[in-house]
Structure formats: structure tokens, C-alpha cells
């Protein structure tokens, strides 16, 4: 269809000085649609209703071409806090979202044509249901007589078309209507945002962005959405990501990002089109958590009020903000020594070799990939340097082997196709299939799984049980389906029983190559295949014991007890631990070396709240992510991927190994 589509901004809508159109317009009957938003999802400004009246009988003219003008209101995010009345505002289109006003079916919405349409509507194709009459052999097609058995194809949602009828009963019930949610919601949005845009620094710099086009002082121009960005004290912008990886320690809810709405943060925001365009060859698209370049936020952070808030909602996320911008007392929470200790048997289970059938129960000597020595660069180009002259090394090894469990210390190891051989190559999922966390289950940390690599075992601490035959399924990672096989019943009735919740341990299987990493490369070329096992970003995790030693002066100030060093290194679940001379010094580096091997430096890592639960007890403390967050932005370890897989029988790199590296020659990239 050649169909013109003119995109109008609000102060762009023009009041018609022409009392009547020229003779030979008068009768153009041209359609024409105006589309415009009840209420903005994005700042919860809203428009003016009066314009359905004034777009239809011609006193505002969105352009100047004639014609016959129909208006099409998006009313999705307006109904679910607002009354509209169609009587009075006589809309053309009204899409609505069900989820919105009840929170319940996902997925669920209506768009009411009026009859008026009717005429001017084509469809060019037609599905089951909304034939009255078609021809196979011939192009003969009528359509049901109403507009919606018309435009209807298929079967449509009717289990969730019947929950319907509830919604509503308990929404009229419980409020006594949506002119009672309107004052409500807005009440609690209004109170809201006068603390949110008093709130200051000592040196008198903004908390808070607050992106709005009004000033809260009536629920007739404005919604129960807030929507804004947290500021530091030098008005530096807070990730958005940043901010609601701290909110759920709170267990409050944000909504981040753009909200699908790129128009309305262009603006809010001050982003070009151009700045799209280069953000996405940076790196960042729609949904993920790259939330700053180059100094500017990629979105904001949202949020918004329903019938069933209240306003001790309200003053927790308040306090949330409180907490994490001013206060120490209000967010440490004392480490206890109550959770119950690990048995002291052991579960015994198979480990395979890498490219091992998995229904084969026997021992298989494992199958390890080396890197060569003689990889390094030798050309004149890379400049390898030691920083201060001082030499960098290793001061320790770890691997886990189950995902999120605990770490098991080696002084040497040998080196798979995917990293570390056996790191990450097990997990625990739930009866969904769905992988099980730290920040779902904190006790997963106090299981200790080790590796036998001469008796070819993982050794569990717990109750010995023979493993069964495998099966094979899939399971997910942070979104990604990986091929895995089950360990057995016996495994799984052990964790289920020490973590009391029905789980499974699963195997990654090995012979699957992933690709994840692509979809935010890093600086990698978008052909590098990268082999992973079942870690979230890269193959290696790298932190510097210096870069460390300086965080933990930082949080120790905020801490009622002291803090030491050894505390706070196994909550970064790092892989190399290196001893370098000055603190972050790790994050101007390209390359690096460590004994024979050779890496890419990949970038910086997102630590996620899981810094939050200490290693030896499964306790929680907030102050970590927040201390963090303070004096570095939550980026402290960095990533690394191997340069090069050779074919070698050799060990990986033990302790104490020299370490080089490859400065970058510009500034690091932006991610």
C-alpha cells in the first residue's frame, strides 16, 4: 500500500485559521488517520482528549492536506489508570491492553473500531473464520458481514477472553471504580515526585533526572508514571542497569530501557538518530543492559502506579533511593551463622570426557586443549610492558565446576576448548529445566564440588550415590537454550533434600558450540566463534588483588565489622587472581599473558548482586553492590577470552606465574 506516514510533534499540532475550505477541497474525501497517545507510556504526560473532536470536524489540522480525517487513540496505557468515556470522545481506533488494567492474562488486548470505519477499510487477505463465502480453484473471497468477525483470524484467546469478566468485578469491588484509580494513582505518583525532585546532595547537585512535561499538579495532563535517571554528585548519569540490578536487592521491580518507545527517549534523553546508529555498532540494542556511552545514558529508569499500590510501595522505593544515594545504617545487614552446614560424605559422579557419548558410564581419561607457547606476538607492534617495572602474578586459581557453587582452589590446571577444563560445565536447574542462581539460592554456595582429574571424578560434599545413565534435554542460561544430560536421580534427590526445593544436575553437553557472545561483541569481529561452557559472558574471569584491596577500604568504611581481603576476593567468582602494582590498572590493558597463554582482554564485567552473598556462609549484605556501585560504577573484574586454541599435553600456567601485558593504544571502548 502507498500509504504517507507525517509524524507530528505535539507542539506542531496547528489550530485551523480557515473557517471554511476552499470550493475545490470542501468535497475531497481522501481518508486520512491521526494517531496519538491517551497518555504517554513514557512520561505519562497526557494529551488532550478534545482532539479526537477538533482532528474530526477540522479545527486542528495536523497538516494541510485535504480530506476526510478518522482518529486512531492509543488509549493502552491511559485506561489502565483512567476513565474513558466513548460517548463523549468518539474515537475511530482504540487499541487496549487487558494486562495493563489488571495485570492479568499476559498478552491479552482489544482494538474497538467504530462502525463508522467500516467503509473504508480493506484487507487484502483473509484467515480461517472471517469468510462467509471463498473459492480454492478461483480468486473469490466474501468476508463476513461484522467488522469483527471480519478482522478476527483464527481462534481467538477465549480461556483468557473469560478472565476477563473477573477482572473487572474484582476492579470494580476493590476501588469502586476507575474515576477512584485516577485520584489514587496519581496521588501516590504526585507525592512521589515532590520527594524525588527535592532530593540533593550535600553539595547540593540533583539525585534524580525527573523527564516529564509537567509538573504533577493535576491527573488531567499527567499519569502515575515517573520517569527519570539517578544522578552522582558531579551529575554524572547512573546506568540504568546499574540501578535496577540494586533495586531488586530490594526486591523492588523497575522498568528500564527505552520502553519500546524510541521517540519519546530521543527526545527525553537528547538523542539523535545518528547516536542510535552509532550506539548500535557499539554495541547496544533494544533490551539489553549497555546503558551508558561515551558518558551518555542509552535510556532511563520507569516507574509507574496501579489500583493496587499503596503508598508504603511508594516509601520503600523512596527509602531505596535514600538508602543507596545517603545512608550506610540504614542498608548493612549483619552477617549470621544460621545456615546449616554442609555434610561432611560425598556424592561421586562421572566426569566424561569432553566429546564423550553421554549414555557411556565409563571413566575417560579427560581430553585438554593447551595453548602453544610460542603464540605470543613477536612483532614490533605489541608493545608488551609491565607496568612500574614491577612484575604481575598469579596468586590463585579457581574453577566451578557446578555453576554458582562453590569454588574449588588448584595450584595448576589444564585447559579446555572452552576455558578452564570443567569449569561451569555442571548446574542445577529446577523442574522447569530453568538454571538456579545464588540470586534465586543463596545456598548453593555452601555446596563443594572437586575434581579428580586421575580417578576422573567430581566429588561432591555429600552423601555418596552412584550416578545413572544420562539423559539428554535442554536447559536455558540467561536466555541462551544449551544441549545438556542429567546426572541422575540419585544427585538430583541429594540437592533437592539440602537445597529443599525439587532441582536436577545437569551437564552441559560439550560437543555444542555457542555463539551468545555475538550479540554484544566487544570488540570481537561478528565472525569469531567463541566456545563457552555454562558461564554468562566469556571464558575467563580475571581480578587484580590491588583493585580489590582498594574496594574493600571503600566498603570497610560502611561496614560495622572489618572486612579482610580474603572475605571479599571469593565474592567476585573469579577465575585468575593476580597480584599487579597499582589498582584497576587491569582495565588499560588489550592483552595479556600469563606464563605460556595468551588472552584477549574482553572487557569489563557487570558484577550482579550475587557480590552481595558471602561465599562461606550463603548471608546476604547490600553494601557490597552499593559500595561497588560508589567507587566503581560496579565494573571491577574484567573478562577474558583465549587467543588461540592449540593442540598440546601440557598443564595450564600454576601459581606464581609472570604475567605480561598489551596496553591498549586508545582509550578503552565504550560497552
Known amino acids: 500500500m502507498n500509504v504517507l506516514s507525517v509524524p507530528v510533534k505535539p507542539k506542531e499540532m496547528l489550530l485551523s485559521e480557515k473557517n471554511t475550505l476552499p470550493p475545490e477541497e470542501q468535497n475531497c474525501t481522501t481518508p486520512h488517520l491521526f494517531s496519538y497517545p491517551a497518555q504517554s507510556n513514557f512520561s505519562g504526560t497526557k494529551y488532550p482528549l478534545s482532539w479526537i473532536h477538533d482532528i474530526k470536524s477540522g479545527k486542528l489540522c495536523p497538516t494541510e492536506i485535504p480530506g476526510k480525517w478518522f482518529v486512531l487513540l492509543d488509549a493502552a496505557s491511559y485506561v489502565s489508570t483512567s476513565p474513558l468515556d466513548l460517548g463523549v470522545h468518539q474515537a475511530d481506533f482504540i487499541p487496549i491492553s487487558f494486562y495493563k488494567i489488571f495485570g492479568f492474562p499476559t498478552g491479552l488486548g482489544a482494538l474497538l473500531v467504530s462502525n463508522r470505519i467500516a467503509p473504508f477499510l480493506r484487507k487484502s487477505y483473509f484467515g480461517g473464520g472471517t469468510a462467509a463465502a471463498y473459492l480454492a480453484g478461483e480468486d473469490f473471497y466474501f468476508p463476513q458481514k461484522s467488522i469483527a468477525e471480519r478482522f478476527e483470524d483464527g481462534t481467538v484467546s477465549f480461556l483468557d477472553i473469560i478472565a476477563l469478566k473477573h477482572g473487572f468485578d474484582v476492579l470494580e469491588r476493590l476501588t469502586g471504580g476507575m474515576e477512584n484509580i485516577k485520584q489514587h494513582t496519581f496521588a501516590l505518583a504526585h507525592y512521589t515526585y515532590t520527594v524525588l525532585s527535592t532530593l540533593k546532595y550535600a553539595n547540593g547537585a540533583p539525585v534524580v533526572r525527573i523527564y516529564c512535561d509537567t509538573d504533577f499538579s493535576s491527573p488531567d495532563v499527567q499519569g502515575p508514571i515517573i520517569n527519570f535517571n539517578i544522578l552522582d554528585e558531579n551529575g554524572e548519569v547512573i546506568g540504568f542497569s546499574q540501578v535496577d540490578k540494586m533495586a531488586s536487592l530490594y526486591n523492588i521491580h523497575l522498568r528500564t530501557g527505552c520502553f519500546c518507545n524510541t521517540g519519546a ?59 543507596t544515594r545517603f545512608s550506610k545504617s540504614d542498608t548493612a545487614v549483619p552477617f549470621q551463622s544460621s545456615v546449616t552446614k554442609l555434610p561432611t560424605e560425598s ?31 613477536s612483532s614490533p607492534a605489541a608493545v608488551k610492558t609491565v607496568k612500574g617495572g614491577k612484575p604481575i602474578t598469579v596468586t590463585n586459581i579457581y574453577l566451578y565446576p557446578i555453576k554458582s557453587c562453590s569454588a574449588f582452589e588448584v595450584a595448576e590446571w589444564p ?110 569481529t561478528p565472525a569469531t566463534s567463541i566456545s563457552l561452557s555454562l558461564v554468562n559472558e566469556a571464558q575467563y574471569l580475571l581480578i587484580n588483588v590491588a583493585s580489590i584491596s582498594h574496594l574493600k577500604d571503600h566498603i570497610s568504611a560502611r561496614l560495622e565489622e572489618p572486612l579482610e581481603i580474603q572475605e571479599l576476593i571469593p565474592r567476585f567468582r573469579a577465575n585468575l587472581v593476580i597480584s599487579a602494582p597499582e589498582s ?88
Request: aromatic content about 6%; some cysteine.
Open 265 to 323: 527517549c530521543q527526545m527525553h534523553l537528547g538523542i539523535s538518530n545518528e547516536d542510535i546508529r552509532r550506539n548500535l555498532q557499539a554495541g547496544h540494542v533494544c533490551g539489553d543492559d549497555v546503558d551508558v556511552i561515551d558518558g551518555r545514558p542509552t535510556g532511563s529508569v520507569r516507574i509507574s502506579f496501579g489500583y493496587m499500590s499503596t503508598f508504603e510501595d511508594a516509601q520503600s522505593f523512596l527509602k531505596f533511593i535514600i538508602a
Open 347 to 377: 556424592v561421586k559422579s562421572p566426569v566424561q570426557d569432553d566429546y564423550s557419548s553421554c549414555n557411556n558410564a565409563n571413566k575417560l581419561a579427560p581430553r585438554m586443549h593447551i595453548l602453544d607457547r610460542d603464540l605470543w606476538d
Open 415 to 524: 585447559v579446555g576448548n572452552q576455558g578452564l577444563l570443567y569449569d561451569r560445565n555442571w548446574m542445577v536447574v529446577n523442574q522447569n529445566g530453568v538454571c538456579i542462581t545464588q540470586k534465586q539460592e543463596p545456598r548453593l554456595c555452601l555446596i563443594n564440588p572437586s575434581i579428580d582429574l586421575k580417578q576422573n571424578i567430581m566429588i561432591i560434599q555429600a552423601e555418596e550415590n552412584p550416578g545413572k545413565e544420562a539423559v539428554i534435554c535442554e536447559s536455558k542460561v540467561c536466555s541462551h537454550r544449551v544441549k545438556t544430560y542429567d546426572c541422575g536421580e540419585r544427585i538430583a534427590g541429594w540437592l533437592s533434600t539440602f537445597l529443599g526445593r525439587s532441582c536436577r544436575l545437569i551437564r552441559q553437553s560439550s560437543d555444542i558450540k555457542s555463539n551468545k557472545h555475538q550479540k554484544n561483541a566487544k570488540g570481537l
Open 584 to 671: 584497576f590498572e587491569e582495565e588499560e590493558w588489550a592483552e595479556i599473558s600469563v606464563g605460556s597463554l595468551r588472552f584477549q582482554v574482553v572487557g569489563p564485567c557487570s558484577r550482579c548482586q550475587i557480590i552481595c552473598i558471602d561465599q562461606q556462609s550463603g548471608e546476604r549484605n547490600k553494601e557490597f553492590l552499593q559500595s561497588l556501585s560508589a567507587a566503581r560504577g560496579r565494573k571491577v573484574s574484567v573478562i577474558l577470552q583465549s587467543s588461540r586454541i592449540a593442540r598440546s599435553g601440557e598443564c595450564f600456567a600454576s601459581l606464581g606465574h609472570a604475567t605480561m601485558v598489551v596496553l591498549q593504544r586508545t582509550g578503552p571502548a565504550a560497552f
